[in-house]
């Protein structure tokens, strides 16, 4: 079992006999992991998680309960392996052309550069924050959850955890939705089934959830849309 980019790339470079389920955010085939959705061929088969879609539709939520922020962040891993940084950073922007926004690159893969970041956000003074997907920041959560509020900044997250620890809302796939598809994977093949046989599964559950805590310490009073539209609310 690989869990995320790094690790899925890391595991077909150690093996190729040995069966491996991977996990994976971005396109499989366009970071080397198969060749084919619906036969991956050799040792490895997984679940993809549509992660890089994620910004540019946690942009327009944040845009509804802060429609007034002109500027707005976002905090990205230049280190993440195979994350296409200039494609992301491209269709944020695009998204923000129509929402009248102005978006500031933020890159941080360190501890020291994710302080500096926030640093940077507030002489910037913009209004609101997206984090884009990325193990390091997941494993960080707290923390960045943390900084954006002693900043004052509204912030929406890629996974549920964040919320959790603390972070306004979050917006993406659901991770027990995908370990669970990945775990039927792995007991399939320990009953026999070979990888290559295994199309890749496209997870598409997806959820938004709200840490309403977090709100009123921000002050804000979010649109009635978001709790008809919440899979869960963190009160």
């Known amino acids: 079992m690989a869990s995320g980019?790094?690790?899925?790339?890391?595991?077909?470079?150690?093996?190729?006999?040995i069966p491996i389920v991977f996990t994976s955010g971005w396109d499989p085939i366009q970071i080397g992991l198969v060749t084919s959705f619906n036969r991956p061929e050799g040792n490895i088969t997984g679940v993809y998680t549509f992660s890089h879609d994620m910004p540019t539709k946690s942009l327009e939520l944040l845009h509804e309960p802060v429609p007034a922020a002109a500027g707005i962040g976002l905090l990205i891993n230049p280190?993440?392996?195979?994350?296409?940084?200039?494609?992301?950073?491209?269709?944020v922007e695009a998204a923000a052309r129509p929402l009248g926004k102005q978006i500031h690159v933020l890159e941080a893969s360190t501890d020291a550069e994710i302080d500096a970041a926030f640093s940077t956000l507030g002489q910037l003074r913009v209004g609101a924050l997206v984090i884009v997907s990325d193990q390091f920041y997941n494993d960080?959560?707290?923390?960045?959850?943390?900084?954006a509020l002693r900043h004052g900044l509204p912030s929406v997250y890629p996974r549920r955890e964040y919320a959790v620890a603390g972070g306004l809302m979050s917006y993406g796939t659901s991770l027990s939705d995908i370990y669970r598809q990945a775990g039927v994977y792995a007991g399939r093949i320990l009953r026999g089934a070979q990888p290559a046989d295994l199309p890749i599964v496209q997870s598409t559950k997806?959820?938004?959830?709200?840490?309403?805590?977090?709100?009123?310490?921000l002050g804000l009073t979010l649109p009635p849309s978001f709790y008809w539209r919440a899979d869960e609310v963190i009160e």
């Open 140 to 147: 960080r959560r707290e923390r960045i959850a943390a900084l």
């Open 5 to 17: 980019n790094a690790a899925a790339v890391a595991a077909k470079k150690a093996t190729a006999t």
């Open 79 to 91: 280190t993440e392996p195979n994350l296409s940084e200039p494609v992301v950073v491209k269709e």
């Open 206 to 217: 997806l959820e938004l959830v709200i840490n309403l805590k977090t709100a009123k310490a």
